[in-house]
Every structure is written in C-alpha cells, then in structure tokens.
C-alpha cells in the first residue's frame, strides 16, 4: 500500500500565514501538520512509499522538510511531487493532483490511501485501514454532532452495512450530522476510476466529489473516526488546534 497525502493547496483563507509557508507545514502544538498524519501512520504494516502532492511554489520547502524528516525516521520512504501550479489560477485541483501522482509515480499496480495533508487526528489511523483493507473504497466519517455544522461540510447516509447510500456536499437541508472527512482507502481496482471520471469532465477539486461520483457505481464503506478531529481552515481552527492538540504530544 501506498500513501498519498494532499498538501497543494494555497490556503488562501489563512492569508498571510500561507504567504510564505505551506498549510501542512504550519506548526500544531510544536510540529508541523504533515508530520501529526505521519505519526498517526507509525504502527501501519505495509506501507511502500509516502507521496506528498504539492505546489511549484512550495515544493522546495517540502523537499527540506522531507530530507530532515527522513533523517529522523529513516524506516519511512518518502516522495514530494511538484504539480507544477503557481497559484489558484492554474492549480490542478485536488483530484487531479491524485491522478497526477498516480500516473507519473505508477502507483497503481497498489492499494492507496490518501488523506489531506491539513487534517488533524488525535487517534492512530490503524484501525481505520485495517477496517478498509479488502475493500474496493472506504471513506472515513466522522459525526459532528449538529445539524446547522454539518451544512458547512458532506452529509452522508449509509445502509446497515455502513456503505454509503447518499453523498451531499454542503446540504441546505442535512438529514444526518455524519460526513465524510478527507482520509480515503482505495484498492488497486477502483484506482483507474480516478481516471474515468476526469474524462468524463467532472470537478477536478475537492475528493469528496469523486466519493459522490464513485459510490453510485461501486459499494463505498466507511469508518467512523473517534476521538478529535480536526480541519484546518481558517486561523481560528488552526488557533484552536494548536492548544488542543498539546494534550497529544508524545
């Protein structure tokens, strides 16, 4: 299996802090974000290579990072690949960084799991992967708990098997507090339907979109994450992220 974390993005919501330095570089409670989803990864089996999907504008500064990462962790094969966007005007998108990678890397002879480079999780990912492995797709959720929050997020629905049955992004009017969150397992099979679906013209952007494409053609199943999850969007979140996740140092 391989691993694919997003972190192309600009952040421009987080203007001026992501002026000069990445998002997932940013320091959470003493680290920078890329490295809490590395560590999360710590006791994961299996793992081949670790790609990191970034910007022309940010990728030197990945490349350093990587290098004194890789130092201190020499067990751990990591990749950066430049996209070669310079701002929000030519970026690829999400989705269409993760077919990038998958070309040009060749990947897809492997099982995948993606996740944001900016997401934050307090619990290790292994019980998540060791629910996904085997399947064709599976998305992790997560409940937040209220009916207004979620509308800023995915609603989701799933049958008595946790597989999903409905995918709406932003609902005005949510029928659950479930959503998807940006942490995805994906077989070597269903790989190439990255493919299919940039072909047929769909968004390039956010992930989240392909899962909603993908789960009307193939069963997608889904774990639910426990403990803290966060979303970086804003510097409130970051602000709040950083005080919270002090509790979690090791």
Same mark, same amino acid.
């Given at each position: 299996?391989?691993?694919?974390?997003?972190?192309?993005?600009?952040?421009?919501?987080?203007?001026? !802090?992501?002026? =000069?330095?990445?998002?997932?570089?940013?320091? &959470?409670?003493?680290?920078?974000?890329?490295?809490?989803?590395?560590?999360?990864?710590?006791?994961?089996?299996?793992?081949?290579?670790?790609?990191?999907?970034?910007?022309?504008? *940010?990728? #030197?500064?990945?490349?350093?990072?990587?290098?004194?990462?890789?130092?201190?962790?020499?067990?751990?094969?990591?990749? &950066? &690949?430049?996209?070669?966007?310079?701002?929000?005007?030519?970026?690829?998108?999400?989705?269409?960084?993760?077919? !990038? &990678?998958?070309?040009?890397?060749?990947?897809?002879?492997?099982?995948?799991?993606?996740?944001?480079?900016?997401?934050?999780?307090?619990?290790?990912?292994?019980?998540?992967?060791?629910?996904?492995?085997?399947?064709?797709? =599976?998305?992790?959720?997560?409940?937040?708990?209220?009916?207004?929050?979620?509308?800023?997020?995915?609603?989701?629905?799933?049958?008595?098997?946790?597989?999903?049955?409905?995918?709406?992004?932003?609902?005005?009017?949510?029928?659950?507090? !479930?959503?998807?969150?940006?942490?995805?397992?994906?077989?070597?099979?269903?790989?190439?339907?990255?493919?299919?679906?940039?072909?047929?013209?769909?968004?390039?952007?956010?992930?989240?979109?392909?899962?909603?494409?993908?789960?009307?053609?193939?069963?997608?199943?889904?774990?639910?994450?426990?403990?803290?999850?966060?979303?970086?969007?804003?510097?409130?979140?970051?602000?709040?992220?950083?005080?919270? *996740? #002090?509790?979690?140092?090791?």
């Amino acid at each position: 299996m391989n691993v694919l974390i997003l972190a192309a993005g600009y952040a421009t919501r987080l203007y001026p !802090l992501t002026l =000069t330095k990445a998002k997932p570089l940013l320091d &959470v409670a003493g680290k920078p974000m890329i490295e809490w989803v590395l560590d999360n990864l710590a006791g994961v089996p299996d793992i081949s290579t670790v790609f990191v999907v970034t910007n022309a504008k *940010f990728a #030197k500064d990945f490349q350093d990072w990587a290098s004194q990462y890789a130092e201190r962790n020499p067990a751990r094969t990591l990749k &950066v &690949v430049n996209d070669g966007s310079t701002d929000d005007s030519n970026k690829l998108g999400a989705i269409g960084d993760i077919s !990038l &990678v998958l070309m040009r890397e060749d990947t897809s002879k492997d099982d995948l799991l993606i996740v944001a480079g900016d997401n934050l999780f307090s619990e290790p990912l292994d019980e998540f992967i060791a629910h996904a492995r085997g399947s064709e797709a =599976t998305l992790a959720t997560y409940d937040v708990g209220d009916l207004e929050a979620i509308k800023k997020y995915s609603a989701i629905t799933l049958d008595e098997a946790g597989v999903i049955t409905s995918f709406e992004e932003k609902p005005a009017d949510p029928k659950s507090t !479930l959503t998807g969150i940006a942490l995805y397992y994906f077989s070597r099979e269903t790989i190439p339907l990255f493919t299919t679906y940039l072909a047929a013209g769909n968004n390039p952007d956010q992930p989240g979109r392909f899962i909603q494409w993908l789960h009307t053609r193939k069963p997608v199943k889904t774990f639910q994450i426990r403990g803290t999850w966060f979303d970086i969007g804003s510097k409130e979140t970051l602000e709040e992220a950083n005080e919270l *996740f #002090k509790q979690f140092v090791r």
